[in-house]
Nanobody, 124 residues
Framework: QVQLVESGGGLVQAGGSLRLSCAAS????????MGWFRQAPGKEREFVAG????????RYADSVKGRFTISRDNAKITVYLQMNSLKPEDTAVYYC?????????????????WGQGTQVTVSS
């Protein structure tokens, strides 16, 4: 079992930055792929960014390429999502997810564990 706890969300003006954190516990994650997803009101949950715990196979949604960066800290067993140049359309609840085998997948159905989510609101 893996537990994921997100933090770092909040209210920010357009053009600003936030860094989300996802602290993992429960077992070692060396075989896992990690993903960040988001869900805006009235919309389906969508893939934002993902990476294998080894640090490879990094992937981004086209809408965030060049603005968001996913990374991880092995010692802290934490995955980060650095979000720069935020736009109002980035407003959503952001979720961290873990997939036990394989590389980061675009479909949320491929993930085994989820955090509770953290709200990000970008004002115009």
């Amino acid at each position: 079992q893996v537990q994921l706890v997100e933090s770092g969300g909040g209210l920010v003006q357009a053009g600003g930055s936030l860094r989300l954190s996802c602290a993992a516990s429960g077992r070692t994650l060396y075989t896992y792929a990690m993903g960040w997803f988001r869900q805006a009101p009235g919309k389906e949950r969508e893939f934002v960014a993902g990476m294998h715990w080894s640090g490879g196979d990094t992937r981004y949604a086209d809408s965030v390429k060049g603005r968001f960066t996913i990374s991880r800290d092995n010692a802290k067993i934490t995955v980060y999502l650095q979000m720069n140049s935020l736009k109002p359309e980035d407003t959503a609840v952001y979720y961290c997810a873990a997939r036990q085998w394989g590389i980061a997948a675009f479909s949320d159905k491929e993930y085994d564990y989820w955090g509770q989510g953290t709200q990000v609101t970008v004002s115009s």
